[in-house]
């Protein structure tokens, strides 16, 4: 982690907390002038750092380390019957690998999910700004997997590939296929995937103990948490 210690790190002032009613947050950013390549964002995201568009942050605040990173060791990892269930219900679709980009099949696809899944979060209202912002301005090592069905664009899982896992940026999907849980499907495939490429891990973000919207992440087992600088089994 040398290589690391050159890098300025920036504090932002207190703001309020996406996950905990009542809480303020602090996130620490990267210095946006330093080069981001899969090398670097590898090591970062091995010590808890997430990317948002060409941002990387991890939360810095004051008195509270609610916001736990948490990854999946994918040669270990076992479908549960209801995970199996979702898988086999959505073999009938087509994956394609794009470069991140906007145009208006993606940005409608997003829209619809934004405002029928998250009108209470802060990622509401959408807006072509805000997607390009969080999604389209990444990194040549981030990836739109498309999911068709019929050659109908049902599901995207921006996805990073690193040296030595798959990072699991944002889903997005249409909600007119609940049936589908096309959501639980992505993470899915995202492990599959990521063992098909050797890779060790894919990483979930943050997991946020009691937070509602991160019980999922705890749907996929064996999961590993970041307390410290150490990673272990959430048990």
Known sequence: ????????????????????????????????????DAALYSRLADIGFRRSGNHIYRPHCQGCRACIP????????SMTRCQKRTWKKNQDLEVICQDPTMNTELYTLYE???NTQHKDGDMFPPSVEQFNGFLVDSPDFSCFYQFR??????????????KDSLSAIYTFYHPDFRQRSLGRFCIL??????????????????????????????????MEILIGNRWSRLR
């Open 1 to 36: 982690m040398t290589a690391l210690k050159n890098i300025k790190f920036y504090a932002t002032q207190p703001h309020s907390c996406s996950y905990l009613a009542n809480k303020q947050a602090t996130t620490l950013f990267m210095d946006p002038e330093k080069k981001l």
């Open 70 to 77: 948490a990854r999946i060791p994918v040669a270990e990892f």
């Open 112 to 114: 619809h999910y934004i």
């Open 149 to 162: 069905l019929e050659g109908q664009l049902v599901a995207v899982a921006v996805t990073d590939t690193l």
């Open 189 to 222: 495939w995202q492990i599959m995937h990521a063992r098909l490429l050797g890779k060790q891990y894919v990483h979930l973000g943050y997991w946020v103990k009691g937070c509602r919207k991160m019980d999922y992440k705890t749907d996929y087992r064996p």
